[in-house]
């Protein structure tokens, strides 16, 4: 519970750890203005977009399967289609399921690449549809790993609730910053807050 509400202040770690990778991966998706960013993008991304970027391809279960690691290349999280990138993130029953329930909270249909490199990088909205596109590619994959190591998968529901509740907190932190003077533009916008 917060300060504020009587409470001690003290934040869930798995929450805070989320919420702190998630404003990691949307510092270098924005190109933000620090020297380890720079370093990122000149390194390992080389000027190219944060979605374009692979290490040598994400250890999909298709890639995998072509190593011989694995006995067939489904996808762990619908078992319907071979798991690459593109069936992770954009084809996948469970994914879409988990981006349907992203949709109703936020109200407006999934933000896209394309739509971001449409709108402005200084707008509130580019910021908080950035950080809602980070977020379910963070959650998707790391509710893959969880399926491939533990054999478990939450229920896309759950998953969009966590999402919800990570980017209220980057969209409160930052509106905390300023002042709260773009407070009620992203409450307004996304309806989040």
Known sequence: ????????????????NIASVGKLV????????????KWIDSVYLKGMNWNDYTPGGL????????????QDDLCILCAEQAET????????KFSCQVQKYVED?????????SELLNVSH????????????????????????????QFSVARP????????????????????????????NARTWIGLC
Request: glycine fraction near 6%; include cysteine.
């Open 1 to 16: 519970m917060s300060k504020a509400a009587g409470g001690l202040g003290i934040k869930k770690a798995s929450t805070w």
């Open 26 to 37: 949307n510092w270098i998706y924005v190109k933000a203005d620090r020297l380890w960013i």
């Open 59 to 70: 250890n999909t279960k298709a890639r995998l399967f072509s190593y011989g690691c694995y």
């Open 85 to 92: 990138n593109e069936h992770l993130f954009t084809e996948c």
């Open 105 to 113: 909270w936020i109200e407006r249909p999934f933000p896209t690449d």
């Open 122 to 149: 200084s707008s509130m909205k580019w910021k908080a549809l950035a950080l809602v596109l980070s977020c379910y590619r963070y959650t998707v994959w790391h509710q893959r790993n969880l399926a491939r190591t």
């Open 157 to 184: 529901v759950l998953l969009a609730e966590r999402m919800k509740m990570v980017v209220q907190q980057q969209i409160r932190k930052f509106t905390d910053r300023r002042g709260g003077q773009n407070e009620l």
